[in-house]
């Protein structure tokens, strides 16, 4: 089982829409995935169109009550595709996180103490800030997706994500590696978005995936109907990017897999 967490402290980049189109296109090629929404914002939730009564476990119960992936897990409508929802309750567990003395390790303790060949590959759908929720998912990750998105800034908030990860490194998990880096809403008609593609890589070199993912309304249309865009719509220039990636992202596996 690998695990995979999508971060970046910045607000709106794409985590969440990475999170969910990716763990789609990754179920369709029979991956056994499991998504966990550690955003108290619920958002990967919504997308999936799951209501409140679908929320019954969260990944609240993971971090706080000990609670077992796989009693907290509900399927999508993608086959193939499992879901740990968030609630409310998530925006109060960094502080109730604190009164464990590890604090840092609930969600890998969950995520070790699952001992089933339930899922291949684990998503980590993280919120936008590098607190003791995104810190737990990295501690228990064998690698992040970043998405970056394509703006003058984007590189300045890149290393402070970069300089986390090495504490991480460092202190909890000395194996994190950095699967890859997305460009997310890519902008033909701007210049500016190819200026800053450009410096990306100039900087970050291989890490970064050679696909980039446009700027497509239906990417944005599809969480408020309750599907993935790849559903929603799959032959939009958004689906057909993400299912790119999907592919860059599998050719990367095998070598965490030998980490693993
Ligand atoms: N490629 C895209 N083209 C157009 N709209 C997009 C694209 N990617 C994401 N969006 C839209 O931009 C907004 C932010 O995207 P998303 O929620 O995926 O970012 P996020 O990084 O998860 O945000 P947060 O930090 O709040 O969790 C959403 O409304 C989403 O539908
Ligand atoms: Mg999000």
């Known amino acids: 089982?690998?695990?995979?967490?999508?971060?970046?402290?910045?607000?709106?980049?794409?985590?969440?829409?990475?999170?969910?189109?990716?763990?789609?296109?990754l179920a369709a090629t029979g991956q056994r995935v499991l998504l966990l929404d550690l955003d108290p914002q619920g958002n990967a939730s919504?997308?999936?169109?799951?209501?409140?009564?679908?929320?019954?476990?969260s990944t609240y119960d993971l971090l706080v009550t000990d609670a077992n992936?796989?009693?907290?897990?509900?399927?999508t409508k993608v086959p193939g595709l499992d879901i740990v929802p968030a609630t409310q309750d998530l925006s109060g567990a960094e502080i109730e996180l604190i009164e464990f003395?590890?604090?840092?390790?609930?969600?890998?303790?969950?995520i070790s103490r699952h001992s089933g060949q339930r899922w291949d590959v684990v998503l980590i759908d993280c919120p936008p800030s590098l607190g003791l929720l995104t810190i737990n998912a990295m501690v228990a990750a064998h690698?992040?997706?970043?998405?970056?998105?394509?703006?003058?800034?984007?590189?300045?908030?890149?290393?402070?994500?970069?300089?986390?990860?090495?504490?991480?490194r460092s202190r909890f998990n000395p194996g994190l590696?950095?699967?890859?880096v997305v460009l997310t809403m890519y902008d033909r008609r701007n210049r500016l978005t190819d200026q800053v593609?450009?410096?990306?890589?100039?900087?970050?070199?291989?890490?970064v995936f050679d696909t980039v993912i446009p700027r497509n309304v239906r990417l944005s249309e599809a969480p408020s109907h309750g599907l993935p865009a790849l559903i929603y719509d799959h032959r939009c220039v958004?689906?057909?990017?993400?299912?790119?990636?999907?592919?860059?992202?599998?050719?990367r596996l095998p070598k965490l897999k030998k980490a693993a």
Do not use: W
């Open 177 to 180: 590696s950095i699967l890859g």
């Open 197 to 207: 593609s450009d410096d990306v890589r100039a900087v970050l070199g291989r890490v």
């Open 46 to 57: 919504t997308g999936f169109g799951l209501s409140r009564a679908d929320r019954e476990h």
């Open 69 to 75: 992936l796989e009693d907290v897990a509900v399927p």
């Open 143 to 168: 690698a992040l997706l970043v998405p970056l998105q394509c703006e003058f800034f984007a590189l300045e908030g890149l290393s402070q994500l970069l300089n986390t990860v090495e504490r991480i």
């Open 101 to 110: 003395e590890a604090r840092t390790h609930r969600l890998d303790g969950a």
């Open 238 to 251: 958004g689906s057909q990017a993400y299912i790119a990636l999907a592919r860059e992202v599998i050719d």
């Open 1 to 25: 089982m690998i695990v995979i967490a999508i971060a970046n402290q910045k607000g709106g980049v794409g985590k969440t829409t990475t999170a969910i189109n990716v763990g789609t296109a």
